[in-house]
């Protein structure tokens, strides 16, 4: 019997951990758990470093998180006092109120750096389904800035992906993406996405500062703030359409 | 009437020194004229042809949906009836080569800083029958088994602080918009007389694109070039019925030529052409004053001769005849020596070219706003040698007018004791 029950323990050891430990799917989806609003709205700002200069700019955003992701971005700085955003899902117009025109992003546009910084619109704009187009996998564990880490990576299963190959460092406890890898096809690093403060506001761990490295170039990066956070605040439909926008 | 052109002509005989150096004056300028005029031209042509040869080929062949969206160079468009393209445009008489390109848009860089590229990826054989790019050429061409190679404009190289044989990271989308960067080895620099070429050009191989941009063989354009026309206004016809022949086996694909592709200088070229003719007109009536005066000298070097003819019974009308009919045979000496002379400098011009590089050394010519080097070949405008040949003569004639009807009026004694 005691052979028996020592086996058992034994075995039981063995494959505890496996069992408990959680997949790089059920990290990303713990990931998204922290997006179970109805609507945000921030006050922003982008600050661009290239060498030595720094250029900030400032924009009020407004998103509502719907099946299809809505979001009015307007910018604040004098330079781009007026510009608006209107993104729709996976669509992207611009309005230059100078121009009093309105331009919509599409194809190798998407792929631009957002108002000449270090994200592109199509890293702002990219939908949540990763699994679809990426084999997950729990790679490793280890700290980071102090923060205990799952290190997933993410191996394109399609071609039709923003970057080949990616390499997160999830806080094991919050499950926020502290650092980010984007590799190109040929294995090359592209960027590193690195966050530099968390708050929590209404029970949620949210990167209210974050970093985007440029690997290709040196000193080339830009870091985007979030202030006056608010979930859930009653917003209009009518405010995410193209009239909306022309205002 | 016999008579006075039997005087007229002994006249011009007699006084043989005196009708040559006018002749001479009116062949001088109407040769300069012709000359300056080819000259002009081929350097118009030759900007024409640099962008032809370099970049927009006279003919280019996309597909509708790639036309749509030309400006983003997108890769998800290619053509997908090149050998059949080919084929049939190789049963057009004017066709002289085609060549397949795709363009992309990348990013170069050293790491320290990036610049924006066109890339253009070529087949290098085919590419050098349609294209010049070789001609500009420092270091080497694309080799059969090299493996990530590139070659670079001059200018974009030296702001990449870059030179043959290191290496550089070219980065790009893949044609399903998937970010790649890859090192390639800069195996050529280009200086060509185009500076945005110059400045933000790269090329590399359909081989070595299959691999970065998972490009699969895709052709965005073919590229038709045409067998050599001396005239523009030739050239033009020959490229709008080759877009006819592949419109009307091909109807769905969008075929462009240079008139359309190359508007913009076409119109620069007509709107100096027209400033020509306004230019022209000066010179030409600087050389009429200048008829004029040479007539009037041989009027009054003759007046005591006239005074005679007067006093022998030729009437008024029959001097002005005789003056005028001087002044139109020298009119016809002078244009027939200048076009003459035109026509072999033309000749010469059209057939050897003027080596501008060799006269000018380092120096280049900015026409139609693009720079301009190398060796400049005249252009043939028979209307234009026609219309000089017959203004000299008309000149001339006209010129003769005035000191003629002078002479006539002149009484006989004042005539003969004229000094």
């Known amino acids: ?247 | 009437m016999n008579m006075l052109i039997k005087i007229a002509f002994r006249n011009l005989l007699r006084h043989k020194w005196r009708t040559l150096l006018t002749g001479i004056v009116i062949a001088f300028g109407l040769w300069i004229y012709l000359f300056m005029d080819s000259v002009m031209s081929g350097l118009d042509r030759g900007s024409i042809d640099n962008m032809i040869n370099l970049s927009t080929s006279a003919v280019k062949i996309h597909t509708a949906e790639f036309d749509k969206e030309r400006e983003s160079f997108p890769l998800n468009y290619g053509l997908t009836n090149i050998a059949a393209l080919e084929k049939h445009l190789a049963g057009h008489e004017r066709v002289k080569a085609c060549a397949p390109r795709t363009q992309f848009l990348g990013e170069l860089s050293n790491y320290e800083e990036s610049m924006p590229v066109i890339g253009t990826i070529i087949e290098p054989k085919q590419d050098s029958m349609v294209f010049s790019l070789t001609e500009y050429l420092k270091g080497n061409y694309f080799s059969e088994h090299g493996v990530n190679e590139i070659i670079l404009g001059k200018d974009l190289a030296r702001d990449m602080n870059v030179a043959i044989g290191d290496n550089i990271t070219l980065f790009a989308l893949t044609k399903y918009e998937s970010h790649n960067a890859e090192d390639f080895i800069v195996i050529g620099l280009f200086h060509t007389t185009d500076p945005t070429l110059n400045k933000s050009g790269a090329y590399i191989t359909f081989k070595d694109a299959n691999t970065f941009l998972d490009l699969e063989n895709t052709v965005t354009e073919l590229n038709v070039q045409l067998k050599r026309r001396i005239n523009l206004d030739d050239l033009e016809q020959d490229m709008k019925q080759v877009r006819a022949y592949i419109d009307k086996q091909f109807p769905k694909l969008a075929t462009y030529t240079f008139i359309e592709l190359g508007a913009g200088v076409l119109e620069l070229v007509k709107q100096k052409k027209a400033w020509g003719v306004g230019m022209t007109l000066v010179f030409l009536l600087i050389a009429a004053v200048g008829i004029v005066n040479s007539v009037l000298m041989s009027v009054y070097e003759r007046v005591r001769e006239v005074g005679v003819l007067r006093a022998l019974g030729l009437e008024g009308r029959e001097i002005v005849r005789m003056f005028m009919l001087e002044g139109t045979m020298i009119g016809f000496f002078g244009s027939f020596v200048g076009v003459l002379l035109g026509c072999i400098t033309i000749f010469v011009l059209t057939t050897v070219g003027y080596p501008l590089d060799v006269i000018y050394k380092d120096m280049y010519v900015d026409t139609a706003g693009f720079p301009y080097w190398g060796t400049i070949y005249g252009e043939w405008n028979v209307p234009l040698i026609i219309g000089t040949f017959l203004f000299g003569i008309a000149t001339a004639f006209l010129a003769s007018i005035y000191p003629a009807r002078k002479a006539a009026t002149m009484s006989v004694i004042q005539a003969i004791r004229f000094f």
């Open chain 1, 1 to 247: 019997m005691n052979k028996y029950f020592s086996c058992g323990v034994v075995l039981l050891l063995t494959i505890a951990p496996s069992l408990w430990a959680l997949t790089g799917e059920e990290i990303l989806n713990k990931m998204d758990n922290h997006r179970d609003y109805a609507s945000i709205s921030y006050k922003g700002s982008m600050t661009i470093f290239v060498k030595e200069k720094a250029r900030t700019k400032t924009l009020n955003v407004e998103a509502l998180n719907s099946k299809e992701t809505k979001a009015i971005v307007e910018f604040t700085n004098p330079e781009d006092n007026g510009t608006k955003y209107l993104m729709l899902g996976d669509n992207l117009w611009i309005y230059f109120p100078e121009e009093e025109d309105v331009v919509k992003i599409s194809g190798h546009m998407l792929k631009e750096g957002m108002m000449g910084s270090d994200v592109s619109y199509e890293d702002a704009l990219e939908s949540d389904a990763l699994s679809t187009k990426y084999t997950i996998s729990l790679a490793d564990e280890e700290p980071l800035n102090n923060r205990q880490c799952y290190v997933i990576v993410l191996d394109a299963k399609v071609k039709k992906v923003p970057y080949y190959k990616r390499k997160m460092w999830v806080d094991k406890e919050t499950f926020v993406a502290l650092k980010e890898e984007m590799f190109a096809k040929s294995g090359k690093l592209l960027k590193v996405a690195s966050v530099l403060e968390t708050k929590i506001i209404k029970g949620k761990n949210i990167p209210v500062k974050t970093e985007m490295v440029n690997k290709l170039r040196k000193n080339s990066k830009t870091v985007f703030e979030m202030r006056n956070i608010e979930f859930d605040k009653p917003m209009e439909e009518e405010k995410f359409s193209m009239r909306y926008l022309r205002r």
